[in-house]
């Protein structure tokens, strides 16, 4: 449904997006993470025809986005991070009008309008001017239009910013519906929300792919979890990372003369697992846990990419009579 090849994308001196490739697949939903200004709106532009690649290629449901543009835009819904909508329009008046543009005809925008209205939790809204409405009011409508012709791919740029909590859950439970007949390529720094709607996530950072796969093989090599007893914080940790296989030992909490730490491995889990129980029965400790653990998709997240995370600062301008 959506194929990548090297695409690129450079403004002046800056490389937003950098020849990176990816292809999603029917029914997929996807999580497109990464920092801020990592090239995740800006390839999610040129997916929708509202910029131009510098290079590479990119196909929409086998249409080409620069060669094809207008059949590309008949396929998917597109939801921009900040959703340019005219204050001066009622709500109805605005999906009506949008209707109209996507060329449906009269009796399909009669029925399809309430029914996306509906479906975003607007319709309580619809006699009310736009600019009179909250930004989460605002980007649901947002989602509205993005619906309406009914596309067979959503392209969703954060769409639970601004949303208050009630609004998160019914947009993610929308999403995770509309996944289940719709391919979509969503962006957010929400994770939970990820781990909850999509089935496989891509991260990139400066502009290139920096991993992509299945959650469940992400979450694979997570660590163990262990609770023991008999000595203090210390010398727990300082005994477990000296032992084959394990990589780095995180404290999670100590008391009642023991602690409860997350140990990451370099090798085979049930090997790791026997060496930490031969080294806590040989200290003469006692152990009240011993447990395989999923890696948490913030940290993996926050492995990828802290890498190529770099502060800046902008330049303090210097007065006369400074220098």
């Known amino acids: 449904m959506i194929e990548v090849e090297a695409l690129t994308k450079r403004y002046a001196n800056v490389t937003a997006v950098d020849r990176i490739s990816f292809c999603i697949e029917k029914g997929e939903v996807v999580g497109f993470l990464g920092p801020n200004g990592a090239g995740k709106t800006t390839t ?16 929409i449901n086998g249409h080409d986005v620069v060669r094809e543009p207008l059949q590309v835009r008949r396929c998917i819904g597109y939801l921009p991070e900040n959703v340019p909508i005219p204050p001066e329009m009622r709500v109805h008046e605005y999906l009506g009008f949008r209707a109209r543009l996507k060329g449906l005809d009269r009796a399909r925008r009669k029925a399809r309008i309430p029914e996306v209205m509906g479906r975003c939790g607007v319709e309580t809204v619809s006699r009310k001017l736009i600019g009179a409405l909250s930004k989460g009011y605002r980007q649901r409508v947002g989602l509205a239009d993005a619906l309406l012709g009914d596309p067979p791919i959503l392209i969703l740029d954060e769409p639970t910013v601004g949303l208050d909590p009630n609004q998160i859950r019914l947009v993610r439970d929308l999403v995770r519906e509309l996944g289940q007949e719709r391919t979509i390529l969503l962006s957010t720094h929400i994770l939970p929300e990820v781990e909850l709607v999509c089935s496989r996530v891509m991260i990139i950072s400066r502009g290139r792919i920096r991993n992509t796969d299945t959650l469940e093989s992400l979450r694979k090599g997570g660590g163990i979890g262990v609770t023991i007893e008999g000595a203090s914080l210390p010398e727990i ?7 084959p296989g394990i990589s780095a030992v995180h404290p999670r909490g100590a008391g009642n003369g023991g602690a409860s730490l997350h140990l990451t491995l370099s090798s085979d889990p049930s090997e790791a697992r026997r060496a930490v129980f031969r080294t806590v029965v040989g ?3 006692t152990m009240t846990e011993l447990s395989n653990e999923s890696r948490r998709l913030e940290d993996i997240y926050l492995d990828i990419v802290s890498e190529d995370v770099v502060e800046t600062t902008d330049p303090v301008p210097v007065t006369a009579g400074e220098a």
Do not use: D, E
Request: net charge positive.
């Open 237 to 243: 940790t300082s005994t477990l990372a000296g032992i």
């Open 44 to 59: 999610m532009k040129i997916l929708s025809c509202f910029m131009p690649a510098t290079s590479g290629t990119a196909h």
């Open 283 to 285: 200290h003469g400790w």
